[in-house]
């Protein structure tokens, strides 16, 4: 209010009666030391201002943060505290969102800013340009928090975990054109399974204007017309501040919203960011995500080379178990029916492994010898010589074989065959 | 309209394989276990065949609509 004026508070002593002073004597009367014109609270106040801000000023302090206070303004108002003092401190709210932690209690915090006093209350504070969290890193703190905050929404949990598909027809990428990440995923990829899809969207890695590329890439992705039918997210190694895209909330939250399944491939193995934890699974380096994502091709057409003979011989293996049944069979068809119906089934076989090539045909070859030989040996056996041991053959009025008291009814003709002629019956 | 997934052929026939090595299933059943197991290996070897080298970059242009250009090769 009064520029003109000398405005350190200790200048003038003559203004300054009140102050201590050993040499007043104590019974001197008070009215004569009273000056004409005593200083209003304001003056007073500007004063201590004054003398303060310009006396201190600009600080680095450290302290532990309690009684945190975040109105609706956003600005944020604290203490810094140690074992004997506190300081008010102010954060406006512009300052607040370029942290990239978030200020709470109890947290040991450095922070730096300019000294000055709230004259309506007449106490100092300290108005924080920029703050640290002490021992640990911004980022580091930044990472926890935001984990915790996810995690407490459930954002990693497993059960939402998509799974990846086994082969995918069209891969999408998301990363920078220019990096090595890029060139590693198409070479891993180029060695495994070089008949596929690939769609690179470009970004960002890193800097300005990255987190924000990437998520739109994810969220792009997710409206195209052909969709992928998996996506790699990621970038090569760096430092903490190169991959720290991979640990904004927006990224975290594209990852998680996107219905396409998420491979997560940022950095080196030893890099662990919040987008691995929100992705539907983790590469420990892009390259490894190549090989996450595709199997490789000669592995998957000797394995249907596998199953092909698998397939052949397990029903080849299955015709030799009926075989075995054959004498329930016997005792109904007559001799020659099943064994006909037997080769029967293995002239579909051939008709159908016509159509699988010559491996097939050999295997069945052999099947057909084995089936030769073991029928040979069942000639040897006649059912007759099996009635004639005083077994016999029931047949419905159907002339179904009788299995089971469950095929008549009371009042049905059953025949019964023996070894020298047929019985009429009736169920009573 | 469901994608055609190869794993899910692939699981057919592995299943077909597990059943008739198991020879619960009676002959006529196999038979057929059998034909299905082969058409579904047959689907797996078309799904490979069908697949093809295609390596493209999306761009967005001035109005924000994307649109994918075959990658260059010195890139």
């Not at chain 1, 420990?284 to 091709?297: D, G, H, R």
């Not at chain 1, 090539?357 to 073991?374: D, H, N, T, Y």
């Amino acid at each position: 209010m009064n520029p003109d004026k000398n405005l350190s508070l200790f200048s003038n002593g003559a203004e300054a009666p009140w102050r201590p002073n050993g040499a007043h004597k104590a019974n001197t009367p008070a009215p004569s030391l009273i000056p004409k014109k005593p200083l209003s609270v304001s003056e007073l106040t500007e004063r201590i201002k004054n003398c303060l801000e310009n006396a201190i000023g600009s600080v680095w302090v450290t302290g532990e943060v309690s009684n945190l206070k975040q109105p609706i303004s956003g600005h944020q108002y604290f203490y810094l505290k140690d074992e004997s003092s506190l300081i008010r401190c102010v954060i406006w709210n512009s300052t607040r969102r370029n942290l990239k932690f978030q200020i709470e209690n109890g947290q040991e915090l450095i922070v730096q800013g300019k000294l000055t006093v709230y004259k309506k209350e007449g106490y100092h504070q300290i108005i924080v340009d920029a703050a640290e969290p002490k021992g640990v890193g911004a980022l580091q703190v930044a990472f926890e928090q935001l984990k915790r905050k996810l995690e407490a929404e459930g954002l990693f949990d497993p059960m939402r975990k998509k799974p990846i598909p086994f082969l995918p027809g069209v891969i999408g990428i998301v990363t920078s054109l220019s990096g090595a990440a890029l060139q590693d995923i198409l070479n891993i990829i180029d060695r495994r399974f070089p008949t596929v899809h690939i769609i690179i969207y470009p970004v960002k890695v890193q800097g300005e204007g990255a987190k924000e590329e990437i998520s739109q890439a994810i969220d792009d992705f997710n409206t195209l017309p052909i969709q992928p039918d998996v996506l790699i997210v990621g970038r090569g190694g760096g430092s903490i501040e190169d991959l720290w895209a991979f640990n904004e909330e927006i990224v975290a939250r594209a990852i998680s919203r996107s219905k396409i399944p998420v491979i997560s491939a940022v950095g080196h193995e030893i890099d662990y960011t919040i987008a691995d934890l929100v992705a539907d699974k983790r590469a420990p380096t892009p390259s490894a995500a190549a090989e996450i994502v595709l199997p490789v091709k000669k592995e998957l057409l000797d394995t249907l080379g596998h199953l092909n003979q698998k397939l052949v011989v397990s029903l080849q293996h299955r015709a030799e178990i009926a075989q075995g049944k054959l004498d329930a069979l016997r005792k109904g068809f007559g001799w020659q029916a099943p064994l006909n119906r037997i080769r029967e089934y293995y002239q579909r076989i051939d008709d159908l492994s016509g159509k699988l090539g010559i491996f097939v045909r050999q295997r069945l070859e052999q099947s057909k010898l084995a089936l030769a030989e073991k029928s040979a040996r069942l000639n040897a056996l006649s059912p007759l010589n099996i009635l004639a041991r005083g077994y016999s053959i029931t047949y419905t009025g159907e002339r179904k074989i009788l299995k089971s008291v469950k095929q008549v009814k009371p009042g049905n003709d059953i025949l019964t065959k023996l070894t020298d002629g047929e019985i009429k019956s009736k169920i009573q | 309209m469901k994608k055609e997934r190869f794993e899910d052929y692939l699981a057919e026939v592995e299943k077909v394989v597990a059943e008739l090595e198991e020879g619960e299933v009676d002959l006529e059943k196999s038979l057929e276990k059998y034909e299905a197991g082969i058409k579904a290996l047959k689907k797996c070897y078309e799904i490979l065949s069908g697949m093809e080298k295609r390596i493209e970059v999306l761009t967005k242009d001035a109005d924000g609509n994307l649109a994918a250009k075959p990658l260059k090769k010195n890139s």
